[in-house]
């Protein structure tokens, strides 16, 4: 029966482990020879030879021939009488060697033989994922949905391994069900309580960096690179691109024929809102092609704190801010500028700085206004109330009562 469970284990290391065949031998025959040492207290006159290819194994034990009455060691020698017993021919001073069998190692052994085998080998299946996914940080992987839990997705690979994608690396509008095809990046890989964990990830700026390397060629090939990618995973991505060959459109490349070749990546990413942009050293260009779909007046840089003012039409502001504020936080982040944005008014337009009406507004609600790009008076009466309500996220009597103040100022 022991025979039997040690073949067992090694058809399981043959066929279902992805070893080299160089290091399962070597595995295999550190194993036996521990026994060997622990049995007879040394492994040095023992030859292991070991049959990867149908499962099995033989030891053979080498030892002098020496007179009966001479033995000292019967683990490294052998009395005449017994070496006559393998052959007649064998004299003294003479080599024999014979098998041991397994049942003379005695049950216990065996099983521990056994234990330390299945150990190795599950070590050995450990360090080789861990070291596979540890090459492929960065990389997509797909895999199918096994269990879906509340803070996290249990995926298998096509080899059954198990990864995770943590709610947190989920697309908010994310929706994944027992059976689903994910693609993801593996984004971070580490061993806890010694197994290894391979922890993906859909939010990540280099996943979009993956799927545009996938879906267009030219990226692929480094015709074009990608020199920067921020995004608000679900919503809205800013990609800066750049093409080294004057006859290639970089952005009408990544974009394709009536966006043909982004399409794919936004309904892999749940309808993200892609914006990409031309990469420029101009920082004043870059900054302008940033904020689209804006129209840039002017723009004024501040090296030393690194900020930038731009200055644009007022019916362009609500643009170039965008909703909730995330175009020109997406542009700040994509340029590594702060931009502020101001309103270009005509010489002859009277108006009137928010901060002057401190002693009826209160300031909270002021900067309320300015959060989204109203520094004067005129700036919040060309808002809709109602717009007004949904950006600054004010209660509908405090924007009436603000109108009011403004109002009564031009009347």
């Not at 060629?217 to 991505?237: M, N, Q």
């Not at 900054?287 to 723009?299: C, F, Q, T, V």
């Not at 009137?352 to 300015?370: G, P, Q, R, Y």
């Amino acid at each position: 029966m022991e025979n039997i469970n040690l073949i067992d284990t090694f058809a399981e290391f043959k066929e279902l482990k992805n070893i080299d065949r160089v290091t399962m031998m070597s595995v295999l025959e550190e194993v036996f020879r521990s026994v060997l040492i622990r049995q007879y207290g040394t492994d040095e006159n023992f030859d292991v030879i070991i049959n990867i290819d149908k499962g099995d194994f033989e030891i053979w034990r080498n030892r002098e021939v020496v007179a009966d009455d001479e033995i000292e060691d019967p683990n490294l020698q052998i009395t005449l009488s017994d070496a006559l017993k393998i052959d007649d021919d064998y004299e003294v001073g003479e080599d024999v060697t014979d098998e041991v069998k397994l049942a003379d190692f005695g049950r216990r052994a065996i099983l521990n033989l056994r234990q330390n085998l299945a150990s190795k080998i599950l070590e050995l299946e450990k360090d080789h994922i861990y070291g596979k996914y540890k090459n492929k940080i960065g990389d997509i992987v797909t895999g199918e949905v096994y269990q879906v839990w509340k803070k996290e997705i249990l995926i298998l690979d096509d080899e059954g391994n198990e990864l995770i994608l943590p709610k947190s690396e989920q697309i908010p509008s994310d929706y994944f069900r027992k059976g689903d095809n994910v693609r993801a990046i593996v984004y971070k890989v580490e061993l806890r309580n010694n197994n290894p964990l391979i922890i993906l990830s859909r939010t990540a700026p280099a996943f979009l960096e993956r799927l545009f390397e996938l879906e267009i060629p030219e990226i692929f090939d480094g015709l074009i690179t990608i020199k920067k990618i921020v995004r608000v995973p679900g919503e809205r991505a800013k990609v800066a691109v750049e093409s080294y060959d004057e006859r290639i459109d970089p952005v009408g490349a990544c974009v394709g024929m009536k966006g043909s070749r982004i399409h794919g990546i936004v309904r892999e990413l749940r309808n993200e809102n892609i914006d990409v942009i031309n990469y420029s050293s101009n920082l004043q260009l870059f900054i302008k092609r940033s904020l689209n779909p804006a129209k840039i007046n002017s723009i004024k840089i501040l090296e030393d704190d690194k900020k930038a003012e731009v200055y644009l039409k007022p019916e362009e502001v609500s643009l170039a801010i965008g909703k909730g504020g995330l175009n020109i936080r997406l542009a700040s982040q994509l340029t590594g500028y702060e931009i502020d944005v101001y309103r270009e008014m005509e010489e002859d337009d009277e108006d009137v700085n928010l901060d002057e009406f401190a002693d009826e507004i209160e300031s909270w609600v002021i900067d309320a206004l300015k959060g989204i790009g109203c520094d004067t008076a005129k700036n919040v009466l060309n808002i809709p109330r109602a717009e007004l309500i949904k950006r600054t996220d004010l209660e509908d009597e405090t924007i009436d009562e603000v109108l009011k103040i403004l109002s009564s100022e031009f009347e």
